[in-house]
């Protein structure tokens, strides 16, 4: 079966950092582009970043772009968010995503597998 599970979310202070990890299942995780995407209560689900077959070849959103980064290590199938300089409006519900798009995409419908999303609280 195929399965994205997402980990690493929780509670923390403006201003902090948080690592998010996806571990995937099911498919050949090295022919996938992986997306990260998170969508706060009330609202559309937005693209965050995402990182194509060539893992030198990030994308990130402009309001995470220089605070956050995707990486992927092919040999544990993990896609990570590292997320710094956290800020409330980051707070969300952060998914994970693969596409087999090898050039990867913005856009949550180019996306073939999503994880069950762990939540992110950016409060004082």
């Known amino acids: 079966q195929v399965q994205l599970v997402e980990s690493g979310g929780g509670l923390v202070q403006p201003g902090g950092s948080l690592r998010l990890s996806c571990a995937v299942s099911?498919?050949?995780?090295?022919?996938?582009?992986m997306g990260w995407f998170r969508q706060a209560p009330g609202k559309e689900r937005e693209f965050v970043a995402f990182?194509?077959?060539?893992?030198?070849?990030?994308n990130y959103a402009d309001s995470v772009k220089g605070r956050f980064t995707i990486s992927r290590d092919n040999a544990r199938n993990t896609v990570y968010l590292q997320m710094n300089s956290l800020k409330p409006e980051d707070t969300a519900v952060y998914y994970c995503?693969?596409?087999?798009?090898?050039?990867?995409?913005?856009?949550?419908?180019?996306?073939?597998?999503w994880g069950q999303g762990t939540q992110v609280t950016v409060s004082s």
């Open positions: 990182i194509s077959w060539s893992a030198f070849i990030p």
């Open positions: 995503a693969a596409t087999s798009s090898r050039l990867g995409s913005q856009y949550p419908r180019g996306y073939n597998f």
């Open positions: 099911g498919f050949i995780f090295s022919s996938y582009s």
